[in-house]
């Protein structure tokens, strides 16, 4: 509660970033208030990578049957992934060969490279063709960023005109203060004050959605941007974590699923944001914000705080789809989010109940049937 | 004391040049990047792997290269008698230098500068040649990190007891005073990247010892191999298209 007074506080009032600094660290506050302010995002970070479970854990929980059904889940899957992908796949090993012919005039892409004019993959995973180029796209890694990706990442630092973001990649993100639109929507030069008051933009523990605008040769670090009303920063809702590989990449990263009220945001790093549904107006003038400010009565000023049961409902509901698909180790697609949820709320399936052993078998032969229709409809 | 008796059979029922049994599994550590369990016979290990991350400590940083560390500790548990050991004595230091070294001669380090990846080791059952255990664990968390790799290094440890060259020795083998190689190759290079005696050999005889050890790396390296297929090859389906 005192947190959001003090956010409120900060937020309404033109306070300059370094009083509210102060604010926080003198010692003489309450307990609670010390310890939520002082929270090191650091051990956030740690936490986030806390959430991963695996299909080990899941397996020593099975009883013989679910064992046997998963097994057999896996096995059809196994069956149509041959069955559907043109060639076997091309599963290599670190140093395992890679036959090419080298009078093609052959590029080594990632995951390559030369040993005595042989081409020999350095990573595990599988191997891809386009055109000349041979490369090895690798599973379980950390995220790759690529130019023009959709990320969720969580603040670590607030430092001079920029936010240092945690993204699960080698490197910490960096969004510049330039590389944003201000919350008032003025296409301007950002000044010194803009500069005092970034704290009242994102702070530190802030979960933000932005793109990557670039890398800096200089240092390898990863520049990002937000200059949409759609990037910024999410509230009310959750971070789910998963391995980066479950995420493809398409041309629609945020999904509005309308039915549940609810924000989804498939981060191509892995996170993936599951949320309030907020609206996105037009950018309004700063003027008439003010003044239609001025004109609201105290209530009406006060944030709406409150998110109705069901939608919260519905959230968790999503949320712990992706923990179990995440789980299971299969890709994360909209439709089979959904019809994960779907299933779970047809069969009456309590939310808590969603990440036991009998829900993930039956989400495992779901995503079995649902991939099984979708190469017939291919075929 | 007889370690190899008239029939040709040690004391924990191998013949001379015979392997313990393998067993490893990958992603046992669910917060890791990647993470891999090795069993050979009694002795167990798991490997975590962490990064390439953000360097920690800004003045270890190198420009052009990963900084990889590399901690190996024994758990309290892990051996017959119930042994307090200081966190930072001089057997695990050497070890973790030891290990350290090996692990960098395969890391493309070039690849991934300004970063450190960490390695974490521990032995939950020490039964003699922990040490090639934990550059087997390590080779498998490394790869289940997605870090790239020049090739596999593989360990193993040979003896000479009994004038018989003896592959894969266990703790009481270990522990009966005869030399003791224990070599780590490059699978595919035919390289050699970690070469330790203790106790001397003539040299004819170190020769042989030294391929024996290299003949049980090859074995290691051709079961690491599979599993590591065959671990990709399930995420990939499990993924689907």
Known sequence: MARTISDLFSKKTDIPFYISYIHKITPNQTLKQNNQSTLNPRRHRERDHREMRDLKDLQKSLNQTQRVRLQSALQQLQEIYSRASSSPAAAVSVSDCIHVNLEDGVLKGHGTTNRNDDVVATVCGIVERVNKLVYVRDLRARYKPEVGDIIVGRVIEVVSKRWRLEINYSHDAVLMLSSMNLPDGMQRRQTSTDELNMRSIFEENDVICAEVRGFNHHDGTLQLQARSQKYGKLERGQMLTVPSYLVKRRKQHFHNLEQYGVDMILGCNGFIWVGEHVEHGVDVPVETVKSSIENMSIEEQKPNNFTPLETRQGLCRIANAIRVLSTLGFALSVEAILKTVEWSISSNVEIKDMLLSEFCVQAAEIEVQRRILLTKRKN | ?241
């Open chain 2, 1 to 241: 004391m007889e370690f190899v008796n008239l029939q040709g059979i040690r004391l924990d029922g191998r013949r001379p040049k015979e392997l313990r049994q393998l067993c490893a599994e990958i992603g046992v550590v669910s917060k890791a990047d990647g993470s891999a369990a090795f069993e050979m016979g009694n002795t167990r290990v798991i490997a975590a792997v962490f990064g390439p991350r953000a360097v920690q400590n800004r003045s270890q940083k190198i420009a052009n290269r990963a900084l990889v560390r590399c901690e190996y500790s024994m758990a309290k548990f892990s051996t017959g008698d119930r042994v307090r050991r200081p966190k930072g004595d001089r057997r695990s230091m050497e070890i973790s230098l030891v290990i350290r070294q090996t692990m960098e001669a395969c890391i493309m380090t070039q690849l991934m500068p300004n970063s450190q990846i960490d390695i974490c080791l521990q032995v939950l059952q020490a039964d003699g040649g922990t040490r090639s255990a934990c550059i087997n664990a390590a080779t498998l968390a490394l790869a289940d990190a997605g870090i790239p790799m020049c090739d596999i290094v593989v360990s193993c440890s040979a003896g000479y007891l009994n004038t018989t060259p003896l592959l894969d020795l266990n703790y009481i083998e270990d522990s009966g005073g005869g030399p003791d190689v224990t070599v780590g190759i490059l699978a595919k290079m035919n390289k050699v990247t970690l070469l330790q005696m203790d106790n001397k050999l003539p040299f004819d005889t170190f020769e042989k010892v030294m391929q024996l050890a290299i003949d049980g790396c090859e074995a290691i390296s051709k079961y690491i191999r599979e599993v590591l297929l065959e671990n990709t090859k399930q995420l990939e389906y499990r993924r689907g298209l």
